[in-house]
């Protein structure tokens, strides 16, 4: 098309490119080490963490991965803190998913354009809002508020099976589920802003096939936008699960700080981010290097589950394209 | 179609009520319902911390010495936080948003399609989502260490989270620039270099400057980062590149635990002060958005 397309793809134009100055140079080269700077950052990361959690790796060994947390006895098996993890994360996703897909349909399906700015500004506020006073809020507002409807679940459910045991006294305000509850705050505007890019891209001409068809609001969302726009917001709901396992301050100030594995939602529990933010500031040798440990296996899953969060956007972004 | 008949009647041509448009209908209602579900949160938080935080709030809040815990509301203030969060977000910016630009040219205007522009974009997307606490580990294990804690060491953290976000920002911003206008200043005759420095960058300085913005306020209010690598000191550090320092959300953070009254009362003060900091730069970013607004979507 043109000799700037060309040259992007990397072609150097002939035998001009030997004669290009030196300042033409260093700058490409000095661009090309900022870029580089990511690499090596995300290498740096993981080597260096990792070499300082290696005692605590070769003093446990698999042990680990048991659930017995008791520094004082320099026991650090932290079983514990990754369940705590993985069901505040659940809970996040479980709440935030439907409310964040609901947004995004309702800002690109019903919502006229000039209407669709202020809410999608309400929802960038909310990512605005900062890690630590959604905690300060959570610990001093929310969990005590929430305590007393936690308290009235737990006696109503207490006899009843399943949810006896899930939801059933004595609860606490800070618990598994308050962190959950206020990740799923922090989750939100990513979930709600990625999905709505997929949905964004659904073709015009398809939707008003469906309407053309005689297909209802409902039907035309099921029948062309969700199918269209499933990978995206598969894509979303990981980047959300990444977010919603990292995030720490927030989820340390309400979560209760209780290295407990039990199925009791409504107990105090303890999530990987949050025992690092709390007990890294006074630890010190394989205390410290457990930390350290705790935080290479945050690093590990969430760069697999960010990876795979990318892959899966990028694949259904071209076949988007595609289609 | 049978002919119309002469004394024409009023025919109803919506669709029967149905079972299917009521579904719509509770459908719809629905997606308008968990919009309201995130209103709720964010305007209780909001109401809250403007509330509690606005009573605390006066100009020697914000300048004076941080006092112990115990002290009730109307001692001291939290002007070394201030300090701290000013110098080290700056600080920080200074890092991270150069280096984000510079990798954002090398994957638009050199890198192109090649494997390795394409590996740098994919890992910029990747490192948005590493653990803001992974951050202050990272830094404690290769700059604490060995030179202490320090205003500068809180800065790295705080860069190496806003750099993919400055990188992938400008990046978009770089694509919106119509390649007319680089065929235009090569014809001229210009370098690379040059075409880029002074065409293309000025050509969307706007997008560039409003994401730089918004990483920015990200790295603000940002606590995790800051744990380990400047700790949380009560006396005011203007030396940002030696010793402990403090910064706002690590304040917070501490008088969030602190059962004192009227250390709570400060962290209301210092949380309205964080958020207000915080919409400052989203406002100023949106305004250098319409502003500079020369390629927009």
Redesign the interface.
Known sequence: M????R????QPAGSLAQR??L??RS??V??????????V??V??AV??S??ASSWFSAEGTRIFTNTWNPSAGQFGVLAFIYGTAITAVIALILAV???V??A??LTE?VPHRWARP?VY?????A??????????G???FAPWIQHIYGSVGSGVGGVPVLGALFGPPTSGASFFTAGIILA?MV?PIV?SLSREVAATVPTIDKEGAYALGA????M?RGVVLPHSQGGIVGAVL?GL??A?????AA??VIGSSATITAHLLAPGYNV?SV??NE??EATGVFRSA??GL?VL??VF??I???L??TVV?RSARRGRGA | MAPAPSSQQKVDLREPRSWRRTRNRIATALMALSFVLVIIPLGFVLFTVIAKGASVINWSFLTRSIPPNVLPASFGGIGPAVLGTLEITALATVLAVPLGILGAIYLNEYGGRRPLARLIGFMADVMTGVPSIVMGLFIFSVWVLHFGFSGLAGAFALGCLMLPIVIRSTDEMLKLVPDALREGSYALGATKARVTLTVVLPAALGGIVSGALLAVARAAGETAPLLFTILAVTTANPNVFSGANTSLPSQIFVNASSPYVGAEARGWGAALTLIAIAFILMIAARLVTARFARFVR
């Open positions: 043109s000799i700037v397309t040259d992007r793809q990397g290009r100055s300042g033409d700058f490409q000095l661009t090309l080490a900022a870029g580089l700077l990511v690499l950052i995300l740096l990361i260096s963490t070499q300082q439907p409310v964040s609901g947004v349909l309702l019903v809410v309400v929802i960038d506020l909310l605005v809002v900062p890690s630590v006073v959604w905690g300060l809020w610990i001093l507002v705050f939100t709600t209802t609001r409902l039907e969302i980047l990444g977010r396992m990292g995030e720490t301050i340390a100030l981010p690092i933010a890294f500031g930390l350290m935080g945050l690093f969430t760069i589950i960010n990876v969060a990318r990028a």
